[in-house]
C-alpha cells in the first residue's frame, strides 16, 4: 500500500498557475506509474494526467493538453502538476493515485492508492 499526500492547491484567477504536489510513501512508488484525477461537484472524477514509472511516457486528457504538465522525481518519491493558464473549469478537488502498473494507464479501477486531494478554485 502507498500512502500519498497532495499539496499546493488554493484559489487563483483564471489565467493563473498552480504546481501540486503528491509525496509518496510505502511500497516501492518509483516502480509504478502514477496519475492525477479531478472530481468537480457532480461530476465523477476523471483522469487528467499520467506519467509511467519512468517518467518517460506520459498522458494527457484533451482538456489540459498543452496547458498541464506532469512530472515525477523518483529520488523523492514525489509527482507534480504543473498547470498553467487555468480556467474557471479546471475548479476541482485533485488527487493523485499510484498505479498497480508499470505502464501509462488511465483507467480508475489500474490505480490502487489515492490521495485526500486537494483543493484548486479558479476564479473568473
Known amino acids: 500500500h502507498v500512502h500519498l499526500v497532495e499539496s499546493g492547491g488554493g484559489l487563483v484567477q483564471a489565467g493563473g498557475s498552480l504546481r501540486l504536489s503528491c509525496a509518496a510513501s510505502g511500497r516501492t512508488f518509483s516502480s509504478f506509474a502514477s496519475g492525477w484525477f479531478r472530481q468537480a461537484p457532480g461530476k465523477e472524477r476523471g483522469i487528467v494526467a499520467a506519467?509511467?514509472?519512468?517518467?518517460?511516457?506520459?498522458y494527457y486528457a484533451d482538456s489540459v493538453k498543452d496547458r498541464f504538465t506532469i512530472s515525477r522525481n523518483n529520488a523523492n518519491n514525489t509527482i507534480y502538476l504543473q498547470m498553467n493558464t487555468l480556467k474557471p473549469e479546471d475548479t476541482a478537488v485533485y488527487y493523485c493515485?499510484?498505479?498497480?502498473?508499470?505502464?501509462?494507464?488511465?483507467?480508475?479501477?489500474?490505480?490502487?492508492?489515492w490521495g485526500q486531494g486537494t483543493q484548486v478554485t479558479v476564479s473568473s
Open positions: 493515485a499510484a498505479s498497480r502498473l508499470r505502464v501509462v494507464t488511465t483507467l480508475n479501477a489500474d490505480f490502487s492508492s
Open positions: 506519467i509511467s514509472w519512468s517518467g518517460g511516457t506520459t
